[in-house]
């Protein structure tokens, strides 16, 4: 059964570091997402992306988080500089054209120190 | 108001109980919804989607009442590994988002 994977499943970085987490959505896929989740927190929506472009993007997703479909297959989710408060479980998602199930990745532990 | 609120719980049942967790949401534009299963630091995995007319999935039933913005799952003949967190989501009409709830945990004891 065709699966979502992101990479690192693991990332401690310093606060005021640059983190790129990854992800390749399931092939035939064309709309992807990011979620986060705080330790002890539900999920939330930070970012929707479709046709090379962002659709839409939650108060969370602010100048620091960046999103890019660099290739046929990945999707990244860029944070420049890292702060304390974005430690958490980063989720990559992805959905069928005119379905709204969304498959989750595995997710990235994020820790910042 | 929160967007999607649900039984906090946690609940801890017996083997071969059946058990039942209530979900309500506040935007009225919400289309579509779901349970998700959340096993302890991974990531949410979709149980089932929720319908109008309810919808049954082996042991599991989900109904949805747009009346009063409430969804329910119920779980019949609890296994052990049933044992995980159960979130509700909801999918706006107009938006790309899905709204989930905080959860609410299962443990199934033997």
């Known amino acids: 059964e065709p699966e979502v994977t992101q990479t690192p499943s693991h990332q401690v970085t310093q606060m005021g570091q640059e983190v790129i987490l990854r992800c390749v959505p399931i092939s035939n896929h064309l709309y992807f997402y990011w979620y986060r989740q705080i330790l002890g927190q539900k999920v939330e929506f930070l970012v929707s992306f479709y046709n090379n472009e962002i659709s839409e993007k939650s108060e969370i997703f602010d100048d620091q988080f960046s999103v890019e479909r660099p290739d046929g297959s990945n999707f990244t989710l860029k944070i420049r500089s890292t702060k304390l408060e974005d430690s958490a479980m980063y989720f990559c998602?992805?959905?069928?054209?005119?379905?709204?199930?969304?498959?989750f990745g595995p997710g990235t532990r994020l820790l910042v120190l | 108001r929160k967007e999607v609120e649900q039984d906090p719980g946690p609940f801890n049942v017996p083997e071969g109980a059946t058990v039942a967790f209530n979900c309500t949401y506040s935007n009225s534009a919400s289309q579509s919804f779901f349970w998700y299963r959340q096993d302890c630091r991974k990531e949410p995995k979709l149980l089932m989607s929720?319908?109008?007319s309810g919808n049954e999935d082996g042991r599991f039933t989900a109904q949805l009442n747009r009346a009063s913005q409430y969804i329910s799952l119920l779980i019949r003949d609890s296994k052990l590994s049933d044992s995980a967190t159960y979130l509700c989501?909801?999918?706006?009409?107009?938006?790309?988002?899905?709204?989930f709830g905080k959860g609410t945990k299962l443990t199934v004891n033997p």
């Open positions: 989501a909801a999918f706006q009409g107009g938006s790309e988002k899905l709204v």
């Open positions: 929720v319908y109008s």
């Open positions: 998602a992805s959905s069928d054209p005119g379905q709204e199930t969304q498959y």
